[in-house]
């Protein structure tokens, strides 16, 4: 009895102790957590430890108000193989309206864009017809570029030059233009997804440190940035930073030309291999002359221009000639008179001219006749049927 009496005001405060406890839960919390839920299971709410990846476990379907008779053999429905897709049909053109986007440039021999231009100056023929034009717009807007830089493991000279060039770039970029960064040498790796920030741009080149592979596949890069763009509307463009010399692509050079027409992206290379060559004793060589013709034939089917610095000052200009260009560009839209879905090729042709017709012909402040020439693609791949 006397142990009893000893202890007891112990058992007291014990047990006064978990009353304490208990009631220093969230009454709503600890109701929920001790009801069953409807379907028999125990309800939880409130924080939860983590317990990694969140799987969502489809619901079970009610059964149909008609079941099959299970006395009747069950049908087992072969699984549906998927699509197969023909890689030439890849990059056709495919629109319910049937419009056609062409963005034309009119630049002097400077390079420098040709303004104040109107909707009724510019002739399109499709095929050699006569088409209306539609659309129409004009004026400086922001543009979405992508840049494409050769980084393998072949000369170190090229590694230095690209880089170089590349950050030149940056000093064209205006706060409202989108720019991606991507990179090749035996394939093309994102280093910067697009962004209007100047510096994720710079980031995505400063990753570019230690080259990889020693081949070059500027064909295949090409095909995996222009797959990438279709999708993006407005001013775009992309400026490859490259030697214009393939090594191991899985496309041959007449399957990306065809890529390239079918493509509504210009393209704007920028030669390094050009600086090297004019500095090499041998000069220019038969591998140097076949990279520039490809460049040149390269840009001139997607709509856009090719160029050859020799002299690393001549780098930021160039730029600015592509951004000048691509702000002032012409916007010309059309529905072709030939509807037919037929995927082939329709050749086009632009022309400037003046209220009669003819030849436009533009004079500068001095009364002297400003030779200009037209940038636009040369064609279009009609959708198939």
Known sequence: ??????????????????????????????????????????????????????????KKTQPSPSQPNSSQPTTVQPEKKPEKINPNDIYTLSTTTNLVNVDVMVVDSNGSPLQNLDKKNFQLTDDGVPQAITNFGTGEAPMTICMLVEFANRFWPYLVLALRYSYDFLN??????????????????????????????????????????????????????????????GRKAIVAVVTGVDTFSKLTYDQCLKIVKASDTPIYPVSILEFMSVRSPRGENITTL??????????????????????????????????QQLRMQYSLGFVPTNATRDGRFHKLKVAVVDDQGNPLEIFNEKGKKVKYHIVARDGYYAPKS
């Open 1 to 58: 009895m006397n142990k009893m009496k000893r202890y007891w005001p112990i058992a007291l405060m014990a047990g006064v102790v978990g009353v304490l406890v208990l009631a220093s839960f969230p009454p709503k919390w600890f109701a929920q957590s001790q009801e069953p839920s409807p379907t028999g299971q125990q309800q939880t709410s409130g924080p939860q430890p983590d317990v990694g990846e969140t799987v969502l476990v489809p």
């Open 290 to 323: 076949q990279a520039e013709n490809a460049l040149k034939t390269i840009a001139s089917y997607s709509g856009g221009q090719a160029y050859f610095p020799r002299f690393e000052q001549e780098v930021p200009s160039d730029y600015q000639q592509i951004a």
């Open 172 to 233: 064209v970029i205006h706060p409202k233009d989108w720019v991606a960064v991507v990179s090749f040498d035996l394939k093309p790796e994102i280093l910067t997804d697009f962004t209007q920030d100047r510096m994720e741009v710079r980031a995505g080149l400063d990753q570019l440190r230690i080259p990889g592979f020693s081949e070059a596949c500027v064909y295949d890069a090409l095909a995996f940035v222009l797959d990438r763009m279709k999708e993006v509307h």
